[in-house]
């Protein structure tokens, strides 16, 4: 397992990109002793996601004898999950760890795992996204985006982090909060009467101080690592939207994998995914207890929940099908 710099991995993509499309006959494969995997993800070292990457790539060496090696281009080194999803579908880059919200954008169905209160806790988030109906989100990808996706990873429920003293999802109405920009989000948030204020990442800190926006929207293992807490009066536990992943394989690097080696990627991907998804869950917890030492930290609902859900759905059933599916899986969890 190595790093590697983006002005060397965009020399190696470039001299490959001539031969991305021809076909590799055995004898190409027998003078390859050792083949370089490349991954892209948006996290840093040290996120559970960033490490269980890492993880996977430890095992598939130790499992081929170093035949078949893994490089994770952490931090968004490739760029954002927009041109890694280009660079999957060009053979340039074999795998991405990408959020929903990237692939919802390019597949409304997928779009279904974000709605609102599918869930409503992390321990339930974890038992979803391994469920027939979840993993059959991914059967557009190799047609719509000529990749391919082996799993679901996860992030907790996503909590609000604010400036104002409030304690209800009432309390949300007119502030504008800084949100993941999906439109899955966007049209939730909207129906609380927030108005989301788009801020890159590396700003909201300094937003939430100056008072630019009254608050953000994230998961709690991220929140905990950028501390937003030290600029929040208080902390709204949604109880309703989750932020997944999807661990995707480029279509143009499978074509050249051989059966065996296909079955054993997957299920080391399998392994890595089915870790991530415990751990976070089992971690989480104690993150909670911290935040609720440190400011108020409220579990809120409201009475409108229902009329929230049904407006909601009004809107997306018709761009993602299989929301109405998911809801009753979700309902049995």
Request: hydrophobic share 40%.
């Amino acid at each position: 397992m190595s790093t590697i710099t983006r002005r060397k991995f965009l020399a190696t993509a470039a001299a490959g990109a001539g031969v991305a499309s021809l076909p590799i006959s055995a004898p190409v494969f027998a003078q390859a002793k050792t083949r370089e995997l490349r991954l892209g993800i948006i996290t840093p070292p040290g996120h559970s996601w960033n490490n269980h990457a890492v993880l996977f790539g430890e095992r598939l060496e130790k499992a081929t004898d170093g035949r078949l090696k893994l490089t994770v281009f952490h931090s968004g080194q490739l760029g954002n999950e927009s041109v890694m999803m280009q660079q999957m579908q060009s053979g340039a880059l074999d795998m991405g760890w990408i959020q929903a919200a990237e692939l919802g954008s390019r597949v409304s169905n997928i779009a279904a795992i974000n709605a609102p209160y599918l869930v409503r806790s992390t321990e339930k988030v974890a038992k979803l996204v391994r469920t027939p109906e979840a993993l059959k989100l991914f059967d557009a990808l190799p047609r719509e985006t000529g990749t391919i996706g082996l799993g679901w990873g996860i992030t907790g429920m996503r909590a609000v982090f604010c400036n104002r003293d409030i304690n209800s999802l009432d309390g949300l109405k007119g502030l504008k909060l800084r949100i993941n920009p999906t439109p899955a989000f966007r049209d939730f948030y909207q129906l609380l009467g927030v108005s989301p204020t788009p801020i890159p990442t590396p700003q909201v800190f300094d937003a939430m101080s100056n008072g630019q926006v009254d608050g953000l929207e994230a998961d709690i293992e991220f929140s905990w690592n950028q501390r937003f807490d030290r600029v929040s009066k208080v902390i709204l536990a949604m109880n309703a939207v989750f932020m997944p992943f999807g661990a995707l394989v480029s279509g143009r690097y499978w074509q050249t994998v051989s059966k065996e080696d296909r079955e054993l990627i997957s299920g080391l991907v399998k392994e890595a995914l089915d870790q991530q998804i415990n751990s976070l869950a089992s971690t989480e917890p104690g993150l909670i207890e911290k935040f609720r030492a440190e400011r108020p930290f409220h579990d809120v609902g409201g009475n409108e929940i229902q009329k929230l859900i049904a407006d909601y759905d009004k809107i997306w059933s018709p761009k993602a099908p299989s929301l109405a599916e998911l809801r009753k899986v979700g309902a049995t969890l």
